[in-house]
């Protein structure tokens, strides 16, 4: 079993910056690929970014491709998502996600425990 709470989520300028933070809890994080998604308004929930268990490969949607790093520190059970260069239609909802098997499919299937997510919003 594994719990997840996002912080990080806020109100930005277009052109701005934040960083999300995904806490974990349970003693396997390290076995777990981590993923964000998110959900804007009136939209389905779509695949933003993952990484594998040991950190060695990560995957991006192709709207976020050169703006966000996910990144991973199992000493603090914690992955992150960098967001730079943010435009209004990244304003969404941001959801933490693991889950475990091979690949990095940007399934939400693939993905088995959830946190409750953080708002980002980027006026214009």
């Known amino acids: 079993q594994v719990q997840l709470v996002e912080s990080g989520g806020g109100l930005v300028q277009a052109g701005g910056s934040l960083r999300l933070s995904c806490a974990a809890s349970g003693r396997t994080f390290t076995s777990y690929n981590m993923a964000w998604f998110r959900q804007a308004p009136g939209k389905e929930r779509e695949f933003v970014a993952a990484?594998?268990?040991?950190?060695?490969?990560?995957r991006y949607a192709d709207s976020v491709k050169g703006r966000f790093t996910i990144s991973r520190d199992d000493a603090k059970n914690t992955v992150y998502l960098q967001m730079n260069s943010l435009k209004p239609e990244d304003t969404a909802v941001y959801y933490c996600?693991?889950?475990?098997?091979?690949?990095?499919?940007?399934?939400?299937?693939?993905?088995?425990?959830w946190g409750q997510g953080t708002q980002v919003t980027v006026s214009s």
């Open positions: 990484i594998n268990w040991s950190g060695s490969s990560t």
């Open positions: 996600a693991a889950g475990v098997g091979p690949g990095l499919l940007p399934t939400q299937l693939r993905y088995n425990y």
